[in-house]
């Protein structure tokens, strides 16, 4: 995007979330044609009313061009403030946090898809042998000093159904077979005899019920978009079976949540692994609480320990490319919202 720098010509960024040192120097140093101010500080002293610290971020946010951080910190009226910005770097895949203000500008929008593929799936494996072991079992006999034996069952020829094919859906595949797993997944340009590295079976997004019957598992692993929003409701639950999972590390907002709580009480599914939900932090009152069939996590998937590294180390490879005037690695359809 753009035109190609001239050697002298600095870009000026601002970073807008909070990093470590670490990540600031190597943003640093990727080239002295950059120029780079922290607002975090600031952006926290204007918060609180200090009008020096507002005139400050005001000043840094009019000549910024280039912004890095996660999307739910922006500063507010972002594209009336910085009038040159002209590109967003988020330090998350997801977008649906992105204000409409900007949504609606012309600010390039990049996020870091693909870097949590590894985390994710994992997780969403380490969740299905949980289950699968009976793990909630063992720990509650052990908070009641019982001492029983049970038969733990097999992933081996269970079914993943995977809703939505990205870089975490194929990821999870790539795990599942490992362990002998059948792989169905749903793709939303899919045609009839599409096939996938890793996926027995291929359905379009309009045959989810499909999908939904034939799974042991059901992950979710798609953004939330006009599209999906709500998406999982009671026809979708009662089409699952007794017997089967839900996992859901997409957004709380992508199930019906008071729906899934009456399908877990009522039997309908067997129970449900989340990391996220509608409303974040979880609310005392969620009827998931309590639920013994239900593993709850919060919103934590996606991190590791290199987080902010990696990253920072993906924003710099773009910096040289929007320097360069190349394409942007993992651009974003704003009006998609992926």
Known sequence: M????????????????????RSLAMIADAG??????????????????DERAKASLDSLLAEAEVLYGWLRVLPERLPSRAPVLKWIQTMSAGVDELPEEVRQSPIVLTNVSGLHAVPIGEF?????????????LCFEQKRQKQYKGFSPGLLRGRTLG???????GRETARLAKAFGMRVCATRRSA?????????????????????????DFVVLSLPL???????????????VQPEAYLINVARGAVVDEDVLVRALQEGWIAGAGLDVFT?????????????????LSPHITGLMPDYL????????ENLERYRAGKRLLHRVDKARGY
């Open 2 to 21: 753009g035109l190609v720098r001239s050697a002298m010509e600095k870009i000026r960024i601002v970073v807008s979330s909070p990093v470590d040192d």
């Open 32 to 49: 002295d044609w950059i120029r780079m101010d922290y607002l975090w500080p600031l952006m926290g002293a204007a918060r609180k009313g």
């Open 124 to 136: 969403i494996l380490g969740v299905m042998l949980m289950f699968v072991k009976q793990a909630p």
């Open 162 to 168: 995977i809703v939505g094919l990205g870089h975490i």
């Open 191 to 215: 045609k009839p005899g599409d096939r996938a590295r890793y996926v027995d079976k291929v359905f379009p997004l309009s045959e989810l019920l499909g999908l939904l019957a034939e799974s």
């Open 225 to 239: 978009t006009a599209e999906t929003r709500g998406m999982i409701g009671e026809r979708e639950l009662r089409a």
């Open 279 to 295: 409303k974040e932090p979880l609310p005392e009152e969620s009827g998931l609480w309590d639920l013994p069939n239900v593993i």
């Open 309 to 316: 590294e990696q990253a920072t180390r993906l924003f710099c």
